[in-house]
C-alpha cells in the first residue's frame, strides 16, 4: 500500500445550484478520505468548481451580473455545503483562479509543442447544454437530441484549434486492455469499450463562440474549450503545470477520480490521452457512478422533483448527518443502475441499520455494564473467546473493500460485526446469567468481550458515521484516536477498569412524509 492517497470529485459547474448529485459525489469521497486517514494514509481530497464557458457567460447575463460575479456567488454556495455537509476535502480549485488558469496556459503549450494540437474548421452536430459535439453516428442513435438532456443538437461549424484524440486509439485500446479497471464499474468500462471501437474523432482545444474562458496562448480570440479547462484542474491543484507546489506532487497519480457516469467519455477517454500526450502518469482508476432517481420518476427541471439543498437540508435536521450520509453510501447509486431516493427507503435504513443495530447494540452493552458492573469494563477471563480473530477477520475485509473503493461492502462488514455482537448476546444471555452470583465471572467475560467488539465495529464506521461514533467512544472510555491505526484495532483497547456509560446513538422517529 503506497503512503499517499488521493482522490476527486469533478468540479461542479458553478450554471446550477447544489443538489443531491454534487453531495452524494463529494459525500463518497469524503467517506474514502477519511477511511485512508484513519489508516495513516497522506491523504489529499480534492474538490471544486468548473467556472468557464458559454452556459456561464448566458447566465451571467440572464441575471445582470459579470460571468466573474455569477461565478463567485455560485461557488460560494459550493464552499457552503461542504461545510453544512462536514466535508473534509484538502482543497477547492476554481478554475477562474490564477493558479489554474498560468497553468492550463502552460500545459497547452506543452501540447503544442509535443505536436498533438492543430488548427482547422470542423462542422458537426453540437450538443450546446453539454457543449460537446457529438460523431454522427452518435447523434442519429440519439435521434438528433442531446443524450443527457433531451434538447435538438444544432449544426454548427466553427474553426477552432484541435486535439489529435485519433492518434492516441491504440494506446486507449490497451490502456482498457492492460488496466481492466482503469474504468469501473464494469459496465461503464464496456460503454466506453464500444464507444473506442467506433473510432475517435479529433476534439476541440478552443471556442471562438465566447469569450469567458482562458485565453489561447499566442492566437487572440480563442478561449480553451471549458472541458479542456475542466480536466486539468487534477493537476492544476497539484501545481503539476508549472512544478509549483512540490509537497503536493506525490498525490499524483490519483487512487480515484470519482464522477457521474454522464461524464465518463471525457475522464475516461480524453484526460487520458491528454496525460499520454504531456508523458504524465494516468490516474489509477475512473470510477463512474449512476444517477438518483425521486420517487420513481427520473428528476429533471421540468418536473420540479430534483432533491435540492433545502430538501437535504430537512432529513439532515430531522435525522442527523450521520443518517444521511449512511444512506447516500449505502444506499446509492455506485454501481451501474440508477437509484430510487425514496422518504420510505431513507426512514427504513435509518430504522433498520442505525436504530435498531447500531444504536441499539451500543445501547444494550452499555446498559448492562452500567447495571451490572457499576459502569466499569469488567475483566474477560477467557481471553476474548473467538472475538480477536474473529474482529481481525472483519478489519481486514474492511481495508480491502475501502482499498478498492467498495463502499458498500465496508459498510456491510463494520454494521454485520454488531449484528453479531447481537446474537452472541442472545445465545449467551448475559442478562439471566446475571441473576446468578456464581456465574459473575461468565457474565463479566461476555459483557468484556462484546464491549471490545463494540469498539473496533465503532471504529470501522467512523468514515460513515463520524459525529456519532464520537459520541460512542466517549461513551465506552476509547481514548484510541490518539492511537496508530494497526494498535486501534487490535483487539484488547479497552481495559478492566475503564468507565463505561449507557449511550442512546439514534432516537425512534415517525416517518418522514415523501417529498
Same mark, same amino acid.
Not at 468548481?49 to 460571468?67: I, N, Q, Y
Not at 455560485?74 to 457552503?80: D, Q, S, Y
Not at 437509484?339 to 441499539?360: I, K, M, S
Not at 452470583?437 to 459483557?447: A, H, K, M, N
Given at each position: 500500500m503506497k503512503s499517499t492517497a488521493s482522490i476527486t470529485t469533478p468540479i461542479y459547474y458553478v450554471n446550477d445550484k447544489p443538489h443531491i448529485g454534487h453531495v452524494f459525489t463529494t459525500t463518497v469521497c469524503d467517506v474514502w478520505a477519511r477511511a485512508m486517514r484513519m489508516q495513516g494514509r497522506d491523504t489529499f481530497f480534492l474538490t471544486g468548481?468548473?467556472?468557464?464557458?458559454? !452556459?456561464? %457567460? !448566458?447566465?451571467?447575463?440572464?441575471?445582470?451580473?459579470?460571468?466573474q460575479e455569477?461565478?463567485?456567488?455560485?461557488?460560494?454556495?459550493?464552499?457552503?455545503?461542504? /461545510?453544512?455537509?462536514?466535508?473534509?476535502?484538502?482543497?477547492?480549485?476554481?478554475?477562474? #483562479?490564477?493558479?489554474? #488558469?498560468? /497553468?492550463? /496556459?502552460?500545459?497547452? #503549450?506543452?501540447?503544442?509543442?509535443?505536436?498533438?494540437?492543430?488548427?482547422?474548421?470542423? %462542422?458537426?452536430?453540437?450538443?450546446?447544454? #453539454? %457543449?460537446?459535439?457529438l460523431t454522427e453516428t452518435r447523434a442519429k442513435e440519439s435521434g438528433y437530441k442531446s443524450p443527457v438532456n433531451g434538447r435538438p443538437l444544432v449544426r454548427a461549424k466553427e474553426e477552432n484549434w484541435y486535439f489529435r484524440l485519433s492518434a492516441f486509439a491504440p494506446r486507449l485500446m490497451e490502456l482498457f486492455t492492460s488496466r481492466p479497471d482503469f474504468v469501473r464499474p464494469e459496465a461503464r468500462r464496456n460503454e466506453v469499450l464500444g464507444r473506442l471501437r467506433e473510432g475517435l474523432q479529433d476534439v476541440p482545444m478552443t471556442r471562438t463562440n465566447f469569450s469567458w474562458g482562458i485565453p489561447m496562448p499566442g492566437d487572440q480570440g480563442h478561449v480553451i474549450y471549458v472541458w479542456i479547462d475542466a480536466l486539468f484542474n487534477y493537476i492544476t491543484a497539484l501545481g503539476l503545470g508549472n512544478d509549483s507546489t512540490p509537497k503536493r506532487h506525490p498525490y499524483w497519480p490519483a487512487d480515484f477520480h470519482v464522477i457521474g457516469k454522464e461524464i465518463l467519455w471525457f475522464h475516461a477517454v480524453i484526460w487520458p490521452a491528454l496525460l499520454m500526450a504531456l508523458e504524465m502518469p494516468l490516474p489509477q482508476c475512473v470510477f463512474a457512478h449512476s444517477f438518483w432517481i425521486h420517487e420513481g420518476q427520473k428528476m429533471s427541471k421540468s418536473l420540479g422533483n430534483f432533491i435540492d439543498l433545502p430538501a437535504m437540508e430537512g432529513y439532515v435536521s430531522k435525522y442527523g448527518l450521520d443518517a444521511f450520509r449512511w444512506f447516500m453510501v449505502t444506499r446509492g447509486p455506485l454501481d451501474s443502475t440508477d437509484?430510487?431516493?425514496?422518504?420510505?427507503?431513507?426512514?427504513?435504513?435509518?430504522?433498520?441499520?442505525?436504530?435498531?443495530?447500531?444504536?441499539?447494540c451500543s445501547s444494550r452493552v452499555t446498559a448492562m455494564i452500567a447495571k451490572t458492573f457499576d459502569g466499569v469494563m469488567p475483566a474477560d477471563s477467557f481471553a476474548g473467546g473467538e472475538w480477536p480473530a474473529r474482529c481481525a477477520t472483519v478489519v481486514q475485509a474492511w481495508q480491502r473493500h475501502m482499498q478498492q473503493f467498495e463502499l458498500g461492502p465496508a459498510a456491510a462488514a463494520a454494521i454485520g460485526?454488531?449484528?453479531?455482537?447481537?446474537?452472541?448476546?442472545?445465545?449467551? %444471555?448475559?442478562?439471566?446469567?446475571?441473576?446468578?452470583?456464581?456465574?459473575?465471572?461468565?457474565?463479566?467475560?461476555?459483557?468484556?468481550q462484546?464491549?471490545?467488539?463494540?469498539?473496533?465495529?465503532?471504529?470501522?464506521?467512523?468514515?460513515?458515521?463520524?459525529?456519532?461514533? !464520537?459520541d460512542l467512544q466517549s461513551a465506552i472510555g476509547d481514548q484510541a484516536p490518539t492511537m496508530d491505526w494497526e494498535s486501534r484495532v487490535r483487539w484488547g483497547g479497552l481495559k478492566p477498569g475503564t468507565r463505561i456509560t449507557k449511550v442512546a446513538l439514534y432516537p425512534r422517529l415517525e416517518a418522514a412524509v415523501a417529498g
Open positions: 468548481t468548473d467556472e468557464h464557458g458559454v !452556459k456561464v %457567460e !448566458k447566465s451571467a447575463l440572464a441575471h445582470g451580473v459579470t460571468p455569477w461565478a463567485d456567488r455560485n461557488a460560494a454556495e459550493f464552499r457552503r455545503v461542504l /461545510q453544512l455537509f462536514d466535508l473534509t476535502n484538502d482543497d477547492f480549485i476554481r478554475t477562474t #483562479e490564477p493558479r489554474h #488558469e498560468a /497553468q492550463v /496556459q502552460a500545459l497547452v #503549450e506543452r501540447l503544442k509543442a509535443a505536436g498533438v494540437l492543430y488548427k482547422g474548421a470542423f %462542422e458537426g452536430w453540437y450538443d450546446e447544454g #453539454e %457543449e460537446n459535439y437509484t430510487d431516493f425514496r422518504a420510505l427507503a431513507f426512514h427504513e435504513t435509518y430504522v433498520a441499520d442505525l436504530v435498531n443495530t447500531v444504536g441499539n460485526l454488531l449484528r453479531e455482537v447481537d446474537g452472541f448476546i442472545n445465545r449467551t %444471555e448475559p442478562f439471566k446469567l446475571a441473576k446468578d452470583p456464581s456465574r459473575r465471572d461468565e457474565v463479566s467475560s461476555i459483557l468484556a462484546c464491549a471490545e467488539a463494540v469498539r473496533i465495529a465503532g471504529i470501522l464506521l467512523e468514515p460513515f458515521l463520524p459525529h456519532r461514533m !464520537k
